[in-house]
């Protein structure tokens, strides 16, 4: 068993859609073909070339039939794994799988959510847990509250801590021209906003906005043909520990470090020799913990790890560069706008918010709560 | 085989309509198993007992949910001292005041209605 080989497949294409608040009864079918057209066209292939497509998504029940029904085309590889917003990083796995196989060559991996302008409560559908449900937990807010308190018990991590990772996160999007919630906040005022689930106020949750995305992916010769440089595939890794976050076995580690350790073997890298990190930050214990899972620092000390600035614009490591979830964009689920935005980074695409050294990108993303996770270990043309 | 008789949600609920905090036990693993189930999850074995709780735990993980109109409540992860963890809440003591590595006890709410009985918690030394 070799498993997937480091670098030999390239994301080669990356497009957003429409952000924010998009028009009237647009779908969520819309933004993907929004995505993938622009992500076509940012590499330079055609929709003729695509035998490969990958979607989950909210809205609809089998939206990989819908999508494929909508672009009209025959996919020879199609996949639709549904883990909440990590999917995206576990289709890169299973679409470089396939291309690595000859089962295609071109797969677009898209998504598209349209949960601002319908509501969240019709974007999508809860399940009921007998052992859960009746206590009422805001879900999934609660959740990550609970791994929240952990942590704070365990470590002495603050709220300030926390508020520390909304704030960084809001210097960057006010960097990014697209991001949604620019304006200047402090400490003061994510500790101060209204109470959802204690610890977190609004402002340690991250955005409800509609918005989708495409990824292309190839293998690494026929990335070298295209318009812009190749971001290679150099690893990938997953790790799912519990559905229900009462199933989870310690809410102060999650399935990061598992997903993380399998991607930095692959890659043949550690967390010292990312230059970024891009990871799905629903709320702000969750930058906390995957920086510790991922081995960005010491598990315990994330609290002190985030702070003084040290993962804003100008601090020790940039992580999540576009504004994340919690001021970018978080249209349900999260998991492909990491990507796009490590992609875009590497090769030093991003204006007033490039990173300086941008050789090698950590993507993690984050599904359910904290319960499904997948990294993906992105590098430009100087790690293959 | 015939069908099996009754499922494992069935059966935990109606030894909490009998005051019980029931779980399963599997012998194979030589742990506690929760929620209730047809598997083991540590062995893949079919074979599991059921136990009833003392009903003594140690509260592991809290928050108070904000909800948009009514007011703050609790809602805990307990870890029962047979080696199982359930959702849950800590009653009669304000909910800001249930903290981690709270001793507590559990009893039985019974919503009424269509509702099943759930187990709750109140503050050991109460």
């Given at each position: 068993?070799?498993?997937?080989?480091?670098?030999?497949?390239?994301?080669?294409?990356?497009?957003?859609?429409?952000?924010?608040?998009?028009?009237?009864?647009?779908?969520?079918?819309?933004?993907?073909?929004?995505?993938?057209?622009?992500?076509?066209?940012?590499?330079?292939?055609?929709?003729?070339?695509?035998?490969?497509?990958?979607?989950?998504?909210?809205?609809?029940?089998?939206?990989?039939?819908?999508?494929?029904?909508?672009?009209?085309?025959?996919?020879?590889?199609?996949?639709?794994?549904?883990?909440?917003?990590?999917?995206?990083?576990?289709?890169?796995?299973?679409?470089?799988?396939?291309?690595?196989?000859?089962?295609?060559?071109?797969?677009?991996?898209?998504?598209?959510?349209?949960?601002?302008?319908?509501?969240?409560?019709?974007?999508?559908?809860r399940e009921v847990n007998p052992y859960e449900t009746p206590f009422k937990p805001f879900l999934?807010?609660s959740a990550?509250?609970l791994a929240?308190s952990r942590?704070?018990?365990?470590?002495?991590?603050?709220?300030?801590?926390?508020?520390?990772?909304?704030?960084?996160?809001?210097?960057?999007?006010?960097?990014?021209?697209?991001?949604?919630?620019?304006?200047?906040?402090?400490?003061?005022?994510?500790?101060?906003?209204?109470?959802?689930?204690?610890?977190?106020?609004?402002?340690?949750?991250?955005?409800?906005?509609?918005?989708?995305?495409?990824?292309?992916?190839?293998?690494?010769?026929?990335?070298?043909?295209?318009?812009?440089?190749?971001?290679?595939?150099?690893?990938?890794?997953?790790?799912?520990t519990h559905m229900n976050i009462s199933s989870m076995p310690d809410l102060?580690?999650?399935?990061?470090?598992?997903?993380?350790?399998?991607?930095?073997?692959?890659?043949?890298?550690?967390?010292?020799?990312?230059?970024?990190?891009?990871?799905?930050?629903?709320?702000?214990?969750?930058?906390?913990?995957?920086?510790?899972?991922?081995?960005?620092?010491?598990?315990?000390?994330?609290?002190?790890?985030?702070?003084?600035?040290?993962?804003?614009?100008?601090?020790?490591?940039?992580?999540?560069?576009?504004?994340?979830?919690?001021?970018?964009?978080?249209?349900?689920?999260?998991?492909?706008?990491?990507?796009?935005?490590?992609?875009?980074?590497?090769?030093?695409?991003?204006?007033?918010?490039?990173?300086?050294?941008?050789?090698?990108?950590?993507?993690?993303?984050?599904?359910g709560v904290?319960s499904?996770?997948?990294?993906?270990?992105?590098?430009?043309?100087?790690?293959? | 085989m015939p069908n099996a008789t009754t499922s494992p949600l069935a059966t935990y609920i109606s030894h909490l309509e009998k005051g019980e905090l029931a779980y399963q036990f599997s012998p194979e693993a030589n742990r506690a198993v929760f929620f209730p189930r047809v598997l083991c999850p540590f062995t893949g074995s079919d074979k599991l007992e059921w136990r009833i709780s003392t009903g003594r735990g140690t509260v592991y993980a809290t928050t108070v949910v904000?909800?948009?109109?009514?007011?703050?409540f609790n809602v805990a992860l307990v870890d029962c001292d047979e080696g199982f963890r359930l959702m849950s809440r800590v009653e009669e003591i304000?909910p800001?005041?249930v903290t981690i590595g709270m001793r507590v006890k559990f009893r039985v709410y019974r919503p009424g209605g269509e509702e099943a009985p759930i187990p709750v918690f109140i503050p050991e030394a109460a």
């Amino acid at each position: 068993m070799d498993g997937l080989k480091r670098g030999s497949t390239a994301i080669v294409g990356a497009a957003e859609s429409d952000l924010g608040q998009v028009a009237d009864e647009m779908s969520p079918m819309d933004l993907c073909a929004q995505g993938i057209s622009g992500a076509l066209a940012d590499c330079g292939l055609a929709m003729k070339d695509v035998d490969g497509l990958f979607c989950a998504m909210t809205q609809q029940r089998m939206s990989i039939i819908s999508l494929i029904e909508y672009l009209g085309i025959q996919p020879k590889f199609i996949g639709s794994s549904m883990t909440g917003g990590s999917s995206f990083e576990f289709h890169v796995a299973q679409a470089a799988a396939a291309i690595e196989a000859g089962l295609c060559s071109v797969a677009v991996i898209a998504y598209g959510s349209t949960q601002r302008s319908v509501g969240r409560k019709q974007a999508s559908q809860r399940e009921v847990n007998p052992y859960e449900t009746p206590f009422k937990p805001f879900l999934p807010t609660s959740a990550y509250a609970l791994a929240a308190s952990r942590h704070m018990h365990q470590y002495g991590t603050t709220r300030e801590n926390l508020a520390e990772v909304a704030v960084a996160a809001r210097k960057w999007a006010q960097l990014n021209p697209v991001a949604w919630e620019k304006k200047p906040l402090t400490v003061a005022d994510v500790l101060k906003a209204r109470m959802i689930s204690h610890p977190f106020t609004v402002r340690d949750c991250c955005l409800v906005t509609d918005g989708g995305g495409a990824i292309v992916m190839t293998s690494a010769a026929r990335a070298k043909s295209l318009k812009k440089p190749p971001a290679y595939v150099l690893g990938c890794g997953h790790g799912v520990t519990h559905m229900n976050i009462s199933s989870m076995p310690d809410l102060t580690i999650t399935g990061a470090k598992q997903s993380g350790e399998v991607a930095y073997k692959m890659a043949k890298l550690s967390a010292k020799d990312c230059d970024m990190v891009q990871l799905y930050d629903a709320f702000t214990i969750n930058t906390i913990l995957f920086l510790e899972d991922l081995g960005f620092c010491k598990k315990g000390e994330g609290g002190a790890f985030v702070s003084n600035g040290n993962i804003a614009p100008g601090g020790g490591l940039p992580v999540n560069t576009n504004g994340g979830g919690l001021s970018y964009c978080h249209p349900g689920m999260y998991g492909l706008f990491i990507l796009i935005e490590g992609v875009r980074q590497l090769r030093g695409e991003c204006g007033e918010r490039q990173v300086r050294k941008h050789d090698v990108a950590m993507v993690h993303g984050n599904g359910g709560v904290l319960s499904a996770q997948a990294s993906v270990i992105l590098g430009g043309g100087a790690t293959v | 085989m015939p069908n099996a008789t009754t499922s494992p949600l069935a059966t935990y609920i109606s030894h909490l309509e009998k005051g019980e905090l029931a779980y399963q036990f599997s012998p194979e693993a030589n742990r506690a198993v929760f929620f209730p189930r047809v598997l083991c999850p540590f062995t893949g074995s079919d074979k599991l007992e059921w136990r009833i709780s003392t009903g003594r735990g140690t509260v592991y993980a809290t928050t108070v949910v904000y909800p948009a109109e009514g007011a703050p409540f609790n809602v805990a992860l307990v870890d029962c001292d047979e080696g199982f963890r359930l959702m849950s809440r800590v009653e009669e003591i304000a909910p800001e005041q249930v903290t981690i590595g709270m001793r507590v006890k559990f009893r039985v709410y019974r919503p009424g209605g269509e509702e099943a009985p759930i187990p709750v918690f109140i503050p050991e030394a109460a």
